[in-house]
């Protein structure tokens, strides 16, 4: 296997903290929360596509209620959650408390600890007297094609008494627009629905423990019943395949709840500073939906959840989060331009039905996803297994360890290797190198931990860069398309977001070949469809299939970024292992005549490759031993 390959993998690396860290101290003088298997730069909390994307960033020791929530590139989202306990509101998620006047029943939660694998990000919180955990969950099923291309991630915010007595218990959440409207001054449009039927009255909003309630926002002239709540909602004038700031002007965001156990269920939306204002006095919404739209910038919209459980000992709420898109992708076909849909509404019909079925499935989605991160420790286990290393996950039942990595304030110290570094909370690395302050491996856990912490936090940063769609019908005439398989394509994140870049697909190619090598096939088809229906005019590899992801419209002219001796060789090397993981001759021979031109290209030009870029994104030279030193 290439498993260890998986050790390259990138981290996703998000500075720029909104907030100061509120300093809290566990008994030993830690500085809180403690991270486990490490402290990464950012952590993942609803990763499931370019644009379902958002995460924590953990620079200045920060965490979920003091850096609050970002979209991949470090823009804010509005994401806000409170659990009120005997009155006094606490605030686990986001930052939108700070917009509020000073109150006394209106508090920080103490952030304890973060720890997280492959499928789960979990973050604990001391609320006085309850511990509040907030359990993301963004399931990487690399073999289940259709829950894969669900572009929805699930949050679970449970509490539980720490002094074993009851208490009375509220939760609140909301999001704001900022998720889907780049600009503050462009409209949105929301609504609300109860199983069919719109809601806009007053009073208790759940009519019995056990009854099942929609909240859903649809496109216009669209109605159905699903059983569960959900709020949607969309630009005014949207632009089909179109982008700004990385966030997509089309599609829709939705913000799924249902009642659950909860003795009361209530509702809102409206002016964020009102709405949270209006929970932290009264603990409860006013099942209202503003029939205001506008932009997000005037009077703050947001859209909110209240679920009061009265007095337990535990209580839990769950929520689905994301972004969605019909169409998904532009691809240019023999046939012209096609309008591809999404891989999941082949398997789950409408939005609306894809929705309800995500929302329904936690508990199968909890299983498949226990199934994997078990898997991926036993082959990290296997691999270390002559050093006896133990590997800690959340799917573990023991205590995970304590290590010092961001459990602490700024601090110098020797590894075991006599090498000295720094820890500086205040920068997203942690741990610098004192000669240039440059970022450097963790330096006080075992070499397994530290290679188990990388693929388990790379796991969703790379699926979340991909969509599946449904193949065109027909103009694919001289292609090996199958409809009965999906077209995966890649948004080139952290960069100029060209489509299915060879060179950053080469990088990703471990991880597919480990997890599941179709995936790599359904990679690599739209390149070799494109090329071989005559649309690439060189004899070498294309860079991408589209300038602008999701615009997978090609280079009819050839003038994509020049990298054809690297680009060509990784086609090859791509083409060649999945062969080698999966047997399939056959796809080599469909293939052959394109992989020979070029290989025959590199056989001419790989000496002497004139000025062409390599991912360095340096300039080769036309001295190959100069070319050999740059690229190697």
């Given amino acids: 296997m290439l498993f260890s390959s998986l050790v390259g993998a990138t981290l996703a690396v998000v500075v720029g903290a909104q907030n ?14 403690a991270y486990s298997p490490v402290r990464p730069p950012a952590i993942p909390l ?39 306990v005997d009155g006094t509101s606490y605030e686990y998620l986001g930052t939108g408390s700070q917009s509020l006047p000073s109150l006394p029943n209106v508090m920080t939660a103490v952030p304890l600890s973060v720890t997280y694998d492959s499928q789960y990000s979990n973050f604990t919180f001391a609320a006085g007297p309850v511990e509040v955990t907030a359990s993301f969950l963004s399931a990487v099923l690399p073999k289940d094609l259709c829950r894969t291309s669900i572009p929805l991630s699930y949050l679970t915010t449970s509490v539980r008494s720490t002094d074993n ?10 999001v704001n627009a900022a998720w889907i409207a780049p600009e503050s001054n462009k409209t949105i449009q929301w609504n609300l629905y109860e199983a069919g039927n719109a809601v806009n009255g007053s009073g208790n909003a759940t009519k019995g423990a056990s009854s099942v309630y929609s909240w859903y926002v649809i496109l216009f002239g669209m109605s159905l019943f699903i059983p569960i709540h959900y709020r949607l909602f969309h630009l005014q004038h949207q632009y089909e395949f179109a982008e700004e700031s990385d966030l997509p002007l089309w599609g829709n965001f939705t913000y799924s709840s249902s009642p659950g156990q909860a003795s009361n269920f209530s509702f809102q939306s409206g002016y964020s500073s009102s709405l949270r204002y209006n929970f932290a006095m009264q603990h409860s919404l006013q099942d209202i939906v503003d029939p205001n739209y506008r932009g997000a910038g005037a009077r703050e919209p947001v859209f909110a959840y209240a679920h009061d459980f009265g007095s337990v000992s535990s209580a839990s709420v769950m929520y689905t989060i994301g972004t969605v898109q019909e169409p998904i992708m532009r691809y240019l076909t023999t046939g012209g331009i096609a309008r591809l849909q999404p891989w999941w509404s082949k398997c789950y019909g409408d939005l609306f039905q894809m929705i309800s079925f995500h929302y329904n499935d936690f508990a199968q989605t909890q299983q498949l996803a226990s199934q994997f991160e078990g898997q991926l420790k036993a082959d990290v286990d296997s691999y270390y297994s002559a050093n006896s290393a133990m590997v800690y996950s959340n799917s573990t039942s023991s205590q995970p360890p304590t290590y010092s990595n961001g459990s602490r304030g700024y601090a110098s110290g020797t590894d075991e290797y ?4 720094i820890f500086d909370p205040s920068t997203a690395y942690g741990f610098l190198d004192p000669n240039n302050f440059t970022g450097i491996a963790i330096p006080d856990i075992e070499e ?21 769609a449904i193949p065109p019908t027909g103009g694919c005439s001289k292609s090996s398309s199958n409809a009965s398989e999906p077209l995966m394509f890649q948004k080139e994140i952290s960069s100029d977001g060209n489509v299915n870049t060879v060179d950053v697909m080469y990088p990703a190619m471990p991880f597919f070949l480990y ?7 359904y ?36 003038n994509d970024e020049y990298m054809p001796v690297e680009e060509s060789g990784n086609m090859i090397l791509m083409t060649y292992a999945y062969y080698k993981f999966t047997g399939n001759a056959q796809y080599l021979k469909q293939h052959y005549p394109k992989l020979s031109q070029f ?34």
């Fill in 448 to 468: 397994a931990e530290a290679y188990y912490a990388i693929v388990a936090l790379s796991a969703r940063q790379v699926m979340g860069a991909y969509v599946l």
């Fill in 599 to 632: 290989a025959q290209y590199l056989i001419e030009y790989s000496l002497l490759p004139g000025i062409q870029l390599s991912t360095g994104k340096h300039t080769t030279l036309t001295d190959p031993f100069e070319f050999l030193r740059l690229t190697i």
């Fill in 20 to 33: 100061p860290y509120t300093g809290a101290k566990d008994s030993n003088g830690h500085t809180l929360p």
């Fill in 515 to 521: 997890a599941n090598p179709e995936l790599l096939k």
């Fill in 523 to 558: 990679n690599l088809e739209p390149l070799f469809q494109n090329q071989e229906n005559g649309f690439y005019p060189n004899g070498y590899s294309m860079h991408d299939i589209g300038s602008h992801f999701p615009n997978a419209t090609g280079h009819v002219e050839g």
């Fill in 165 to 174: 007595a009851a208490h009375s218990v509220q939760f609140y959440s909301d």
């Fill in 418 to 421: 006599g090498e000295q570094y």
């Fill in 46 to 84: 609803a990763v499931r596509s370019p644009y379902t994307n958002a995460w924590s960033s953990t620079v200045n020791n920060g965490t979920l209620n003091t850096n609050g929530v970002i979209f991949w590139p470090g823009q804010e989202l509005g994401w806000e959650g409170m659990v009120t």
